[in-house]
């Protein structure tokens, strides 16, 4: 099996858009955003979000298995940090260290940029808080009720990545 994590472009908006939906329409608990309404956008609105964002793709053996986003934060008082968000995998690459190799892939693009990563997780969602814990990210705050799907209510906890620059 050939791994392979790289910076998406504008020519991967077509493989971008059914991976986006497959994850918003199988998980919708782990998003903000709905399949519905992502589902109603054009491919133009895909390829933006590709030249807007720093989007990573994990591919294994040549299809598209995975991707996450991240952004640095412009206002300057909050530079020196960054999001990265809207992380998954399929089932199918789930367990081969592929998610591992996109967040690695991440944190290599941040560390000259920002100085923190944040992201936030559905508290429910105990194997991917046990995989960004792993990962070096550590919980600093809960929303509740942070998303609410039909009568149901998500947490979500905030994590942290220190990169450098001084963390008191």
């Known amino acids: 099996m050939a791994m392979d994590v790289r910076r998406l472009?504008?020519?991967?908006?077509?493989?971008?858009?059914?991976?986006?939906?497959?994850?918003?329409?199988?998980?919708?608990?782990t998003f903000q955003a709905t399949y519905e309404s992502a589902a109603?956008?054009?491919?133009?609105?895909?390829?933006?979000r590709l030249r807007q964002y720093a989007l990573f793709g994990g591919f294994v053996d040549g299809a598209l298995c995975g991707f996450v986003g991240f952004y640095p934060l412009r206002n300057p008082?909050?530079?020196?940090?960054?999001?990265?968000?809207?992380?998954?995998?399929?089932?199918?690459?789930?367990?081969?260290?592929?998610?591992?190799?996109?967040?690695e892939a991440v944190v290599d693009h941040a560390k000259d940029k920002v100085e923190q990563i944040l992201l936030s997780v559905i508290?429910?969602?105990?194997?991917?808080?046990?995989?960004?814990g792993k990962m070096g990210?550590?919980?600093?705050?809960?929303?509740?009720?942070?998303l609410k799907i039909g009568e149901r209510y998500y947490n979500e906890e905030f994590r942290v990545k220190f990169l450098g620059g001084s963390s008191a």
Do not use: C
């Open 9 to 29: 472009t504008q020519d991967d908006a077509e493989i971008f858009r059914e991976i986006r939906l497959e994850a918003l329409e199988r998980h919708p608990e």
């Open 40 to 48: 109603e956008l054009p491919l133009d609105a895909f390829r933006q």
């Open 77 to 103: 008082k909050i530079s020196h940090k960054g999001l990265m968000w809207g992380m998954y995998v399929t089932e199918a690459a789930r367990g081969t260290g592929l998610a591992a190799a996109m967040v």
């Open 123 to 132: 508290e429910d969602n105990e194997r991917a808080r046990q995989f960004y």
């Open 137 to 146: 990210f550590e919980p600093y705050g809960m929303e509740l009720r942070a």
